[in-house]
C-alpha cells in the first residue's frame, strides 16, 4: 500500500491526525532533549515526506471483535539506539496499542523499529516489513483480538477490598426492579455487577479511589431520571456515526468520573464513548496497573 492510499485510508478512521512538525524542531529535541548525535535523516525522511507531516494518529475498531485500536506513527527519540544484532541504528516509529494512547499502558500490543535501510523491526528484533508499503497495509488490517494477562497482583489487591473467588450477589430484585423502567440487562453484565457491585478501593492516594456502586445506588440512580445513567445506544466520541455500545449502564465512579459496562461486557468512561477494556476484570488491573509504586491500599 502507497504512502498516498495508506493516508487516503487512515483518513477515513477515527479521529484521524496528521499532525504538521518541522525537521529543525525534532532535530533539536533529538540532538538536545535526548542528547543524540547520530544520523537521524533514516527517521526523519520517513516521518516527514510524501504526505507525512511529522505525526500520525488514528483509531480503528476491528472487524471481527469490535475492538478499539489506537495507531501513532511518529518520532519517539527516547527508542533511538543501536541494535549489534543487525548493526544499524532503529527508532521506534509505530506504536500500537488496544484501548488507550497511554504509552505505559497495560493494553500496549505491540510497536515496530524502523532501521537505517528502511525496514522494520518489532520489539524482540525480528525483521516484519521489508517495506513501508508492507507496514501500511498491516496498520491498516491487522486483528489481534487482544486480552491483557491479568496479573496475581490484581487479585491480591482484589481480595484486599474485599472480592473472593466465586463472589456473587443475589440480583433477582434487582433485575425485577429494572423491568420496571424498561431495562434489561444481558448476562454479562448481571455477572459482572454480581460480582463487583459495592467494592470501594481506597488509596494512600485519595484521587485515585474507584467505587462499584451498589444494586441500590443503581436503582436510585436510575429512578431519579438521569438520562445519561443507562443509554440503549451509544457513539463513539470521535465519529458519531460508528456505535460503540448498546443497553449502557453506569457502573462506578473513579478519579477520572463514572464508568459503565455494555451489554456485550465492554467498559467505557465518563472521558468519552470509546471502550477502554474489554472486560470489567481487564479495567480493574489497567486501573491497578496505573497507580505509582507509593500508592498504598488503605
Request: proline share 1%; glycine share 6%.
Amino acid at each position: 500500500m502507497t504512502r498516498e492510499k495508506f493516508l487516503k485510508q487512515a483518513a477515513k478512521q477515527v479521529n484521524f491526525q496528521n499532525l504538521e512538525d518541522t525537521r529543525e524542531n525534532m532535530l533539536d529535541c533529538i540532538r538536545n532533549r535526548f542528547n543524540i548525535t547520530v544520523d537521524v535523516d533514516f527517521l526523519l525522511n520517513f516521518l516527514l515526506e510524501d504526505g507525512f507531516k511529522g505525526r500520525i494518529g488514528f483509531s480503528r475498531y476491528e472487524k471481527r471483535s469490535n475492538d478499539i485500536l489506537h495507531i501513532t506513527i511518529g518520532c519517539m527519540p527516547w527508542s533511538i539506539c543501536f541494535w549489534e544484532d543487525i548493526g544499524q541504528y532503529v527508532s521506534m516509529v509505530v506504536y500500537i496499542n488496544g484501548c488507550t494512547f497511554n504509552y505505559s499502558c497495560v493494553h500496549h500490543i505491540e510497536s515496530f523499529y524502523l532501521s537505517e535501510d528502511g525496514r522494520f523491526w518489532d520489539e524482540n528484533h525480528k525483521l516484519r516489513f521489508e517495506t513501508e508499503d508492507e507496514l501500511f497495509d498491516y496498520l491498516l488490517t491487522v486483528e489481534y483480538d487482544f486480552h491483557p494477562v491479568i496479573t496475581g497482583k490484581t487479585y491480591e489487591m482484589l481480595r484486599h477490598f474485599g472480592w473472593y473467588e466465586g463472589r456473587r450477589i443475589d440480583t433477582t430484585d434487582f433485575e425485577c426492579e429494572l423491568k420496571k423502567y424498561g431495562i434489561t440487562l444481558s448476562q454479562i453484565q448481571l455477572a459482572a455487577i454480581s460480582e463487583f457491585s459495592g467494592l470501594e478501593f481506597s488509596f494512600s492516594q485519595s484521587s485515585r479511589n474507584q467505587e462499584f456502586l451498589t444494586t441500590e445506588d443503581i436503582i436510585e440512580s436510575i429512578a431519579e431520571g438521569d438520562p445519561d445513567f443507562f443509554q440503549s445506544e451509544v457513539y463513539d466520541y470521535h465519529n458519531h456515526s460508528i456505535l460503540a455500545g448498546r443497553n449502557v449502564l453506569i457502573i462506578g465512579w473513579d478519579d477520572q468520573g463514572f464508568f459503565s459496562i455494555s451489554d456485550d461486557g465492554r467498559i467505557f468512561t465518563s472521558r468519552g464513548f470509546m471502550p477502554v477494556a474489554r472486560t470489567t476484570l481487564e479495567y480493574i488491573y489497567a486501573f491497578g496497573a496505573d497507580l505509582d509504586e507509593n500508592v498504598k491500599w488503605l
